[in-house]
């Protein structure tokens, strides 16, 4: 850490101020970033020195401990110039605050050299986990891991084999030095965020450096006995999601600015002003009324998780159908704007076009899955209980 970095002002503001700042240098470079499958190691180096790796890392080690609403606004304000980018912020964030609640040992470890370190993570359980002394032998390829190219550290997840009578998922971290990345990310959507897959074959990972999901998902991780904050102690589904969904909000939020700032000059082919047209004012009000209601949802899943009374088993399954339901109006917004917009907009090097191959692929993430969210809510609502083969709820 540098000194100009140990000794620049941490606060919400200061740091939104200074994301914000980046976004004229984030927008022009994210052809890029899309154009190379990973988001410029500048830009991420640039939101690192603006605070952002920080946001979420306990004070005890230098963080600013600055809480969920400063990751939902930068990573909000980042979305409207670069999905991608907002993305492997948002990520940024929130890994830092999945490591505050490994043991106390971990902690120490990732963040002995200072805070603002960068940490990837694929947390679909398909290692293969032998227990030995000490530890874990960990082997495997873990995909989908968002911003690896740029992260010093990583976390890859399996289930413990014999541990009890149920699956026993638990998330294994390890260093750089640890793993292999495979560059296998060329897709047609989110390309700026690098999700290479990590290699894996029998990498030794010490008990202190492994999390168990269960203990996660109900808020009582090793971490949050060493934290004094509640968000260390939060259930891991009453605000995780929030990851993947507000970078959507964001796109589509961008998408809508954009899109009011060029129909209100646009002229059509046969001269006419685009912006008379009532269809298109009518278009224009339903999907600014749908990105509205989605950020309303997903504001209020973090008010619930950050509010004086720890969320619900109910409160939990909200929010997972909220964030299912937001993601499609925000999808349902940005589709009609594009609609309106038509082949104009699909120019190779236009930004709206990057923005709808993005939310379409984002949507598709597994958190954000509406048949099993919805079902999960509805099982609840209609007292059945969890559904056993989902693990994650």
Known sequence: MTTASAQRDVTAEAVIDRVKALIPTIAERAAEGDRDRSVPAEIVAALVEAGVARVLVPAAFGGAELGLETWFEIVHEIAKSDMSTAWIASLAMHHPHYIAQFPLAAQEEVWRDGPDVVIAASIAPVC????????????GRSPFTSGINNSTWAMVSGFVPGSGPGPDWRFFLMPVSDYEVLDTWDVVGMRGTGSNTIVTEGVFVPEHRVLAYADLNEGVSPGSKVHDNPMYALPFKSYSSLTFSVPILG??????????????SRVAAGGAAVRDFTSVRVKLSRAAASIDAAELML???LDTAIGPVRPTEDDRARAMRDYSRAVELAVEAIDALVAIGGSAVFGASHPIQRAWRDVH???THISLNPE???DHYGRLALGMGRAPQNLSY
């Open 128 to 139: 293969k986990i032998e227990p030995v002394e000490g530890g874990y032998r960990v082997t």
């Open 251 to 264: 796109a589509a939020r961008g998408v809508y600015e954009k899109f009011v700032a060029w129909t209100a």
């Open 299 to 301: 504001r209020r899943i």
């Open 361 to 363: 692929f984002a949507s």
């Open 372 to 374: 099993t969210n919805y």
